[in-house]
């Protein structure tokens, strides 16, 4: 079969809050052929993915991401690396594109299990889907009390490990931190799973970091998420050197497999992780799942939307049983809510299994698109580049 | 002052044709402050640039560029480096980003030397601009024959040095692309300097990049440019471990300084060439151009649109006595010569010296911006949030 069609839906809540919070809007991706239907995400931004999916060519190494797919020949998994590398090819200067290849990357595995019959972590090669510990994904509270209250509420949801991140972590005085992250162990009990995620605070500062290291380490948090951004590989090299028993994480926003395959080599961290949102797919998550592997550090999903989403993301390391913990955003917008017919759930025993359905097992609700669809139409020298197309 | 408007006008030539010369469209960008008026370009796809300065936020890490923009107090240099830093920690998940701030920090530089009357490159701090020695950068030619006559004709317009690239070479057989290089050295003359730019065709694949090293030795090419995608560390590390003579160079594909700094110190690279209008402007092209220093790595622009473009690049490293040559494109398409009032031609040396004028010395010409003017329209959920400006 070819690729027939590639069709983008922007979709967001009405009101977008100035938070951290991820789930506020997504770009949902359709592709077609052969009969089949496959769907996938594109994470952040969707205005500018559409725009860098149908933008006139600049020159031969800079054309819109849909050049390289329509038409293409998609009869097996060799293909959607082949379309891949073409699309990296042809749009080598056009930044956004590594975003918008992984919603249709992940499209593509999903219609190409939905045309087999099978799971995408087949097509992957894994032999079945291990379940996996879901780590609740919050922002931290406004307060310390809240904070607490937060990691209680998981706990009595049934989570075992629970991350906090962003808001004024970091940004204001050491004590204001320090009573934060007592306050997150306290509220998931002694036993529990603690990770805290600095959002790329402190940019490349090892000696702002390395002030939080002591009441990380009394507080036994397992890993310290990005504390800095993705490129200061020295600084995570720095500080891992100095963290102890608290390993770091990082990688989210790795765009392409060189970035998180540097985050291992070069920044030392403990935990890559890789959303298939925008690494390029779950092609290239699976990459990075393989090198991680290899090199002995921990795979990790980054999710923070839909299970659509998370479907994709958790596809990438389904085999590895080494690698148990996933993320797993508990406090999503409606939009990621709704967005999909089928969730997954914990099971009785509080993990998290991968559908054992054909594709990514999980089908966007045609209400939710049409609830939560946002107009677009980009014209340029007079001609319609796009316009939201119909359902 | 402050920041008081930015305006995005994209400027593309007719006919855009599949070949790597980026000198086809381009992103001006237009602020004022304080009564006065600063130019920059943004390299690479207008269009996508133009969506993520105006897009809809999709979290706090995910802002339209031009919210950590507009308004801003622009007193001094360090502000436009505050502002860079706004943008990218407000931009954070906006992939687009790194390429639309480059345009900006490049108008503001010009803005605030138009505004202290003084040049770019003393504001950066230098004492004086030093000339460089143009390298005259093209394509390669369709056939042998053709190379050597461009590079006779290069000799002839007063170049000593020059680099051919893209088109077919490295794709085909070993014997074509040896073929490519001995009539580029035959054309040149013994006494040119010949260099190869291999436009990331073997994108990380060592052993094909190797067998056309005995080729560049023998016709004793200066450097061999971008063998592989920036990202590729590990394999630019093991080809310049085998180089000999030849050094590598690479860079341009760097839209922060981390990726610049990592082609120096685990890509073994001998020239870092940098483009201000992706890097992130001329804030963080100095910053490089200070590093390369430090690892006495040589610093070299990458231009390949207009004079304006040309102008930027050069004041990050005009104040480098030691780092020498430049990028020269000299087959530019109208739209880049026409673009601009004043034009760096070489002196009677064959030198090229940067303007002692305010800003960067080059104004755009009212006349060619109406000649190539695009017309663009972004509308979304009912607001149009970007229409092509008066001028």
Same mark, same amino acid.
């Given at each position: 079969?070819?690729?027939?069609?590639?069709?983008?839906?922007?979709?967001?809540?009405?009101?977008?809050?100035?938070?951290?919070?991820?789930?506020? @809007?997504?770009?949902?991706?359709?592709?077609?052929?052969?009969?089949?239907?496959?769907?996938?995400?594109?994470?952040?931004?969707?205005l500018?993915?559409?725009?860098? #999916?149908?933008?006139?060519?600049?020159?031969?190494?800079?054309?819109p991401?849909q050049?390289?797919?329509?038409?293409?020949?998609?009869?097996?998994v060799?293909?959607?690396a082949?379309?891949?590398?073409?699309? !990296?090819?042809?749009?080598?200067?056009?930044?956004?594109?590594?975003? =918008?290849?992984?919603?249709?990357? =992940?499209?593509m595995?999903d219609?190409?299990?939905?045309?087999?019959?099978?799971p995408v972590?087949?097509?992957?090669?894994?032999?079945?889907?291990?379940p996996?510990?879901?780590?609740?994904?919050?922002?931290?509270?406004?307060?310390?009390?809240? =904070?607490?209250?937060m990691?209680?509420?998981? !706990?009595?949801? /049934?989570?075992?490990?629970?991350?906090?991140?962003?808001?004024?972590?970091? !940004?204001?005085?050491?004590?204001a931190?320090?009573?934060?992250?007592?306050?997150?162990?306290?509220?998931l009990?002694?036993?529990?799973?603690?990770?805290?995620?600095?959002?790329?605070?402190?940019?490349?500062?090892?000696? !702002?970091?390395?002030?939080?290291?002591?009441?990380?380490?009394?507080?036994? *948090? =397992?890993?310290?998420?990005?504390?800095?951004?993705?490129?200061?590989?020295d600084?995570?090299?720095?500080?891992?050197?100095?963290?102890?028993?608290?390993?770091?994480?990082?990688?989210?926003?790795?765009?392409?497999t060189?970035?998180?395959?540097?985050?291992?080599d070069?920044?030392?961290?403990g935990?890559?992780?890789?959303?298939?949102?925008?690494?390029?797919?779950?092609?290239?998550?699976?990459q990075?799942?393989?090198?991680?592997?290899a090199?002995?550090?921990?795979?990790?999903?980054?999710?923070?939307?839909?299970?659509?989403? #998370?479907?994709?993301?958790?596809?990438?390391?389904?085999?590895?049983?080494? @690698?148990?913990?996933?993320?797993?955003?508990?406090?999503?917008?409606?939009?990621a809510?709704?967005?999909t017919?089928?969730?997954?759930l914990p099971?009785?025993?509080?993990?998290?299994?991968?559908?054992?359905?054909?594709?990514?097992?999980?089908?966007?609700?045609?209400?939710?698109? *049409?609830?939560?669809?946002?107009? *677009?139409?980009?014209? *340029?020298? /007079?001609?319609?580049?796009?316009?939201?197309?119909?359902?």
């Open positions: 079969m070819i690729v027939e069609s590639i069709d983008v839906f922007y979709l967001s809540m009405p009101q977008v809050l100035d938070i951290g919070d991820g789930s506020q @809007d997504t770009l949902l991706v359709r592709i077609t052929g052969g009969g089949y239907v496959g769907w996938g995400e594109c994470e952040a931004s969707p500018v993915s559409i725009a860098s #999916l149908v933008c006139p060519m600049s020159h031969s190494a800079c054309k991401v050049a390289s797919v329509l038409g293409q020949e998609l009869g097996g060799d293909d959607i082949r379309i891949g590398d073409l699309v !990296r090819e042809n749009s080598l200067d056009l930044l956004q594109a590594d975003h =918008t290849l992984s919603g249709i990357d =992940t499209a595995w219609l190409l299990g939905r045309a087999r019959g099978v972590y087949e097509l992957l090669g894994y032999r079945c889907a291990f996996k510990t879901p780590y609740a994904s919050v922002l931290f509270g406004e307060t310390p009390q809240e =904070t607490l209250e990691a209680r509420h998981m !706990r009595r949801l /049934g989570y075992r490990a629970g991350k906090f991140g962003w808001g004024a972590f970091g !940004r204001d005085d050491l004590q931190d320090i009573d934060q992250v007592v306050a997150a162990r306290e509220g009990g002694e036993d529990g799973v603690l990770l805290i995620d600095a959002g790329t605070v402190w940019v490349d500062d090892v000696e !702002r970091a390395s002030r939080r290291l002591p009441v990380l380490q009394d507080c036994r *948090v =397992t890993w310290l998420e990005e504390p800095f951004v993705s490129g200061a590989l600084a995570y090299r720095q500080l891992a050197a100095a963290s102890g028993t608290v390993r770091l994480a990082g990688g989210e926003g790795s765009h392409n060189y970035m998180a395959a540097h985050m291992i070069h920044g030392s961290v935990y890559i992780q890789i959303d298939a949102g925008r690494v390029g797919g779950i092609t290239a998550a699976k990075v799942a393989d090198y991680a592997q090199k002995g550090v921990t795979y990790v999903n980054h999710t923070f939307t839909s299970h659509l989403a #998370l479907s994709a993301s958790l596809q990438a390391y389904a085999g590895v049983e080494r @690698d148990h913990l996933c993320e797993y955003p508990i406090a999503s917008k409606p939009l809510v709704e967005l017919q089928e969730h997954l099971d009785s025993a509080g993990q998290i299994r991968l559908p054992d359905a054909p594709g990514l097992g999980i089908t966007p609700s045609p209400e939710a698109i *049409v609830k939560y669809l946002v107009d *677009v139409e980009i014209r *340029v020298g /007079g001609k319609t580049l796009y316009r939201t197309p119909d359902l």
